[in-house]
């Protein structure tokens, strides 16, 4: 096995998401990944086609703050497409969560151009059972509504 084989090359996965806000299920692939890849970088999308509810520096310090006691994960914020992110960052994985069917399409899609333009290859960890009811969009309209969500985000460490 030389220096540069297959076999000693760090695996660096960028799990990239708007994270408005970071679940407890965005946590749960994290931790999971955790033990297919050496690092992660968690990448919080700058997308101009979504309304963001939190300012992209608000995530990232958030996100940052319960990753603390990981020190294989970093937290970036980038724009642009994910694949250049990756490739700026040192990533050769992309890693996704599904929680449906219809996550699981459109992600297959993503994949496959991704894998085309870039060489870069998609991991996709399903979502646990008892999370995935869990989605950004569902803790906001909670939030929009006057409702407790602590159980859904996770604290700072």
Do not use: W
Not at 104 to 114: R, V
């Amino acid at each position: 096995m030389t220096p540069t084989s297959p076999e000693n090359k760090r695996r660096v996965a960028i799990y990239p998401g708007t994270f408005d806000p970071f679940t407890i299920g965005h946590l749960s692939i994290v931790e999971r990944g955790l033990t297919l890849f050496d690092e992660i970088i968690i990448a919080v999308g700058v997308n101009d086609s979504k309304r963001s509810h939190r300012p992209t520096e608000q995530r990232v310090e958030h996100i940052a703050g319960v990753m603390r006691c990981y020190p294989q994960v970093r937290v970036i914020s980038y724009t642009g497409l994910t694949v250049d992110a990756a490739k700026q960052e040192g990533a050769n994985f992309i890693l996704r969560g599904v929680r449906t069917v219809a996550d699981y399409e459109y992600e297959q899609h993503l994949a496959y151009t991704n894998r085309n333009i870039s060489g870069i290859e998609t991991v996709l960890l399903y979502t646990l059972p008892e999370l995935s009811y869990i989605s950004s969009t569902m803790v906001r309209d909670l939030e929009r509504n006057g409702y407790d969500t602590s159980r859904f985000v996770p604290g700072e460490q």
